[in-house]
């Protein structure tokens, strides 16, 4: 099993920046893929950035030039720095890690962008 514990969320104003956090209980390179999904009110979740434990990643279109996904091993913890950032990226952020071909999640951490 994969325990996931976000952190990082928050208000912040249009063209503002915020960077999540996600600490994994075990080592990323024993997980195998992790990343962000979101949700935004009255939306569906989907997903917005993955990374394997080799580093390669994927961007939604919405997103793609304004956040970057990373990982630090050593640390256990995955990255979503947020640039850039619209109103329409307004959503509770979840972490979630593919391991065994099951997917583990977090609580979620809230993010609003409003001026």
Not at 31 to 40: D, L, N, T, V
Not at 81 to 91: F, I
């Amino acid at each position: 099993q994969v325990q996931l514990v976000e952190s990082g969320g928050g208000l912040v104003q249009p063209g503002g920046s915020l960077r999540l956090s996600c600490a994994a209980s075990r080592s990323i390179f024993s997980i195998g893929a992790m990343g962000w999904y979101r949700q935004g009110p009255g939306k569906q979740r989907y997903l917005v950035a993955t990374v394997t434990s080799r580093g390669s990643t994927n961007y939604a279109d919405s997103v793609k030039g304004r956040f970057t996904i990373s990982l630090d091993d050593a640390k256990n913890t995955v990255y979503l720095q947020m640039n850039s950032l619209k109103p329409e990226d307004t959503a509770v952020y979840y972490c979630y890690a593919l391991s065994g071909g099951v997917n583990y999640w977090g609580k979620g951490t809230l993010v609003t962008v409003s001026s």
